[in-house]
């Protein structure tokens, strides 16, 4: 639960090049497509690290439910051929209130590729501890910016 209305915390999840202001992993993020904010598919290149490992991903908007869910999927390339889809739903619960998840589904690995980080970066083993981080920033956030 976050202690801001839903509007505020769309204001924060809505756009994804905000995304590195809350994220345990994303720095930053940018478009890269000729839209310049969130339509269904808009393309942006996030900027991610895990201890000194950085890297980027060309990501795209594949569902867009204003004001209440943003789902966007990493693209495969030539270097990167997973896929991953993460999914942010926006709920408005009254009095000011707003429940607020963050989800993210695996859509395609390499099985080899899928053994090889589990063995050698830890962080992605389990993820549900970092996402709810995710979430605590992103309300805190939200509280700061409904004050403000």
Known sequence: MVDAPADVVWQIVGDPTRV?????????ARWVSPADGPVV?????G????GRTTWRRTCEIVELDDMRRLVWRTVPSAIYRDSTRWTLTVEDIGDGTTRLSQDYEIVYINPLL?????????????RSRALRGDLEQIAALAVELARA
């Open 41 to 45: 598919g808009a393309r942006f290149v």
């Open 47 to 50: 900027v991610n690290k895990v």
């Open 114 to 126: 899928d053994r090889l980080f589990f063995a050698f970066i830890k962080q992605h083993r389990d």
């Open 20 to 28: 590195g202001e809350w994220s345990h992993e994303t720095r930053g």
